[in-house]
């Protein structure tokens, strides 16, 4: 799954959010839950800017600490961007994953692009197959 600490931390009577990972991506909250919540917008926003497939994902760096928490993005922003991750891992490129899913490489775009992608679970099951990953899905309550 793709996360990234937060930096959360007391700022007067509010509370600021930073992800030192990603630059200028931040946010802030009434307290600490609306601070949470709004971690999470931030982040799907700032990682939508994958939409170009040049941009490189930034690896999330392990921070210790009690003002870090692991905030992951909508699910619209992260299955997109672990099927591009996992491509990339592979050596594919989206051309070659197309060849071997038997799909056009339209597609292949459509499923890297956040905000566009919506694959299904087939879908995710063929590319776990071909990548020779495995598909965890997991429904939380």
Not at 27 to 33: I, L, P, Q, R, V
Not at 100 to 108: A, E, K
Not at 130 to 137: A, G, Y
């Given at each position: 799954m793709i996360r990234y600490q937060a930096k959360i931390y007391k700022d007067g009577k509010r509370f600021s959010v930073e992800f030192p990972d990603l630059p200028g991506c931040f946010?802030?909250?009434?307290?600490?839950?609306d601070a949470l919540k709004n971690a999470r917008e931030s982040l799907s926003l700032y990682l939508e800017e994958a939409r170009d497939p040049q941009w490189r994902i930034p690896n999330p760096k392990s921070r210790?600490?009690?003002?870090?928490?692991?905030?992951?993005?909508?699910?619209?922003?992260?299955?997109?961007?672990?099927?591009?991750?996992?491509?990339?891992k592979h050596g594919l490129s989206q051309k070659e994953l197309a060849q071997?899913?038997?799909?056009?490489?339209?597609?292949?775009q459509k499923l890297e692009t956040p905000g566009k992608s919506n694959p299904t679970v087939k879908t995710l099951a063929a590319i776990s197959k071909?990548?020779?990953?495995?598909?965890?899905?997991k429904l939380v309550a």
């Open positions: 946010s802030e909250g009434a307290n600490h839950d210790a600490g009690k003002e870090y928490e692991w905030i992951t993005p909508h699910e619209d922003v992260a299955i997109p961007l672990m099927i591009r991750q996992a491509r990339i071997l899913l038997n799909v056009s490489f339209q597609q292949i071909v990548l020779h990953e495995t598909l965890e899905i």
